[in-house]
């Protein structure tokens, strides 16, 4: 059975720092796409970054490019999001993805093109 884990999420005080790691069974992630997003109290989910399967690919939202480096470690078929600099306008609930499909740079934060969702972890930014 396909599954995906976050874990890393907590408390932390602007200007700190975080890593997500998204970790799979029952798949390799390097055969994927793996996205994150993140859904704030009363706001839309959006696309934070992803890693495409083909090339190893990465693209950012604007407003953590710069901050937030996605990366993937093919021998612990885990995939990380570093968060420096953090903001409170970045706190969420963070969520991995994995898509089977080809992903590019206008098609990565279509939340329906992923096939399998994580259950996210909170990170939560304050001070």
């Known amino acids: 059975q396909l599954q995906l884990v976050e874990s890393g999420g907590g408390l932390v005080q602007p200007g700190g720092s975080l890593r997500l790691s998204c970790a799979a069974s029952g798949f390799t992630l390097d055969s994927r796409s793996i996205g994150w997003f993140r859904q704030a109290p009363g706001k839309e989910r959006e696309g934070v970054s992803c890693i495409t399967s083909s090339t190893g690919s990465t693209y950012y939202a604007d407003s953590v490019r710069g901050r937030f480096t996605v990366s993937r470690d093919n021998g612990k078929n885990t995939v990380y999001l570093q968060m420096n600099s953090l903001k409170p306008e970045d706190t969420a609930v963070y969520y991995c993805?994995?898509?089977?499909?080809?992903?590019?740079?206008?098609?990565?934060?279509?939340?329906?093109?992923?096939?399998?969702w994580g259950k996210g972890t909170l990170v939560t930014v304050s001070s």
């Open positions: 993805a994995a898509a089977q499909r080809p992903l590019f740079r206008f098609t990565w934060r279509t939340a329906e093109y992923y096939d399998y």
